[in-house]
């Protein structure tokens, strides 16, 4: 009996729960043991941590089973992230169900209960409904077959694609050409001063300037930034990583972009010191992570720092980072994010629409970049080229998106929106500041009697058109008692004119829009003092 006994429950093992292999592979090639409770490696560049312990507390040993099966096949064709919520959004199952007794199969009731709670958000639903959609296509038992049909039923409420972008959302979605402006010159000032480090900026500038998503700036090696010499002139691009495509091993396929040469220049030396600092640690030093987290030693060198052991993992996972594409040196994804975090928290800027600071983050800009790109009338291919999609659907929603909601500025509302964009960004002169040293800023064919407008306290050649270049300038110093209207009306009259012969390119018509609203809020600011 005992052995009848053994084969008997074998055989329902069989049927049941299908026998785990000795080791899974990963979409990426990483290999991992499927049969322990918990899964902990490292892959590319996430950390995948899956506990089972919960599942085998509150469940059937078949139904655990069950889940990992899945959640293997699942690993072959989805990202390592993915993989993770799909085993959160069977635990979120358990939870809602409240049961005291060891669940042995999902009926029918169980499941309405849980697409009902409210306190589960709707992405769970979603995939808990595909976990259920592979566990009847292997036909697995220990569910009812009525849970896949009504689980098909429902509709899943979830974002509608491009939704932010379409209704320019002030806290979400793409921002205005002001805005932009406005923390675009912020981002300048302060690597100009000094205030952020070298690869704070160009991590910045990356995402803000090519659109590019922070997975892609964690996946870049040193080899991704080219130099072209052209009869003895150079010219800067880089390969960017596409990602985002199911089933896709990371850096399998590439994309490349031009990037202007003052920042072209400063991402190839970069690159070249990443490679002195990875010297002896890589076989091959031109495959060097272009970022990475780093710690100093005591003579204040940098030196690079692995994600893998930051995340407690033991020696195994840290002689991964010879091995494959070697993205276990590369900085981690959260820590790109931290260092976008950081450096937006640490810029000065504000927005007209929300009259406070500027919500930014790298999906914002992102959408910016797409929207600034439509507004421009880039063709559907070449946008979608431009943002890495494959497909140009993808896309649809920057194209649709109408820059005319940023093209409704006239002249009382730019003196109602001036104080809140903040766009002038200098200090009114003093009487000691008149007899100070510093450039007169006048010109007589906006101001024909030759009043001054105000000083400049730069040293040294300034390559910008004064006056109008001046408004926005940190080192402007403007009178109060000058004839800044004559400005105002001046930019005012440009504008209108640029609308009537760039009707399509919304850009040109909005040139100078942050102009004119600094200049409005040096008119209020100049009648404030006069009133005081």
């Not at 589960?120 to 009847?136: A, H, M, N, Q, S």
């Not at 974002?159 to 959302?169: C, M």
């Not at 494959?324 to 975090?341: E, Q, T, Y």
């Not at 402007?476 to 399509?504: G, M, Q, T, V, Y």
Request: one cysteine or more; glycine letters at 6%.
């Amino acid at each position: 009996m005992k052995n009848g006994g053994t084969q008997n429950s074998v055989a329902v093992a069989s049927l049941g729960a299908p026998k785990l292999p000795d080791f899974a592979i990963t979409v990426s090639g990483v290999q991992f043991n499927p049969r322990a409770d918990v899964w902990d490696f490292y892959d590319g560049l996430d950390w995948v941590y899956i506990d089972f312990c919960f599942l085998r507390r509150n469940v059937s040993d078949d139904f655990v089973q069950n889940i990992k099966v899945i959640l293997v096949h699942a690993a072959q064709e989805v990202s390592p992230l993915y993989l993770v919520k799909c085993h959160k959004s069977v635990e979120k199952f358990i939870e809602s169900l409240s049961i005291g007794t060891i669940l042995e199969r999902i009926d029918l009731a169980g499941v309405r209960h849980f697409w009902n709670d409210a306190n589960v958000l709707e992405d769970y639903k979603f995939l808990f409904r595909g976990v259920i959609e592979r566990w009847t296509k292997n036909r697995f038992t220990g569910i009812d077959e009525a849970v896949l049909e009504f689980l098909r039923r429902q509709k899943v409420t979830r974002r509608i694609v491009g939704e932010s972008v379409l209704t320019w959302d002030p806290i979400s979605g793409p921002l205005t050409d002001n805005e932009f402006k406005g923390y675009y010159e912020s981002l300048i000032d302060a690597y100009a001063e000094a205030r952020l480090k070298e690869h704070e900026f160009l991590i910045t500038w990356l995402v803000t300037a090519l659109g590019i998503r922070p997975r892609q700036v964690a996946l870049l090696k040193v080899c991704d930034v080219l130099r072209k010499t052209d009869n003895g002139t150079e010219s800067f691009s880089i390969s960017i990583p596409r990602i985002k495509q199911r089933g896709q091993i990371p850096r399998d396929e590439m994309y490349e972009w031009p990037v202007i040469d003052e920042i072209g220049s400063l991402l190839y030396k970069h690159g070249r010191n990443q490679e002195k600092m990875f010297d002896g640690l890589v076989n091959d030093i031109d495959q060097s992570p272009l970022f990475t987290d780093e710690v100093y030693c005591d003579v204040g060198i940098p030196q690079p720092i692995f994600p893998t052991a930051n995340k407690g993992r033991g020696e195994e996972s840290r002689e991964s980072k010879n091995s494959g594409a070697n993205l276990s040196l590369h900085m981690a994804v959260s820590s790109v994010i931290d260092v976008l975090r950081n450096v937006f928290d640490s810029l000065d800027f504000s927005s007209e629409r929300v009259g406070n600071r500027i919500v930014l983050n790298a999906r914002r800009l992102r959408k910016t970049y797409g929207t600034r790109l439509a507004a421009d009338n880039v063709p559907a291919p070449v946008l979608a080229a431009m943002l890495g999609h494959r497909d140009i659907r993808s896309s649809k929603p920057y194209i649709a998106a109408t820059s005319r909601l940023q093209d409704r500025l006239d002249k009382s509302l730019a003196f109602e929106l001036a104080p809140l964009a903040q766009a002038f960004r200098g200090e009114f002169l003093t009487e000691a500041d008149n007899r100070s040293n510093g450039a007169v800023i006048r010109d007589l064919r906006l101001v024909p009697s030759g009043e001054q407008l105000g000083k400049c306290d730069k040293t040294g050649y300034c390559g910008y058109a004064a006056p109008v270049a001046c408004y926005t300038c940190k080192k402007f110093r403007p009178w109060k008692d000058a004839p800044h209207e004559l400005i105002f009306d001046f930019l005012w009259e440009r504008r209108r004119k640029r609308s009537a012969d760039f009707e399509k390119d919304v850009h040109m018509t909005m040139l100078h829009d942050r102009t004119i609203l600094a200049v409005a809020q040096v008119i209020l600011q100049c009648n404030e003092k006069a009133d005081s």
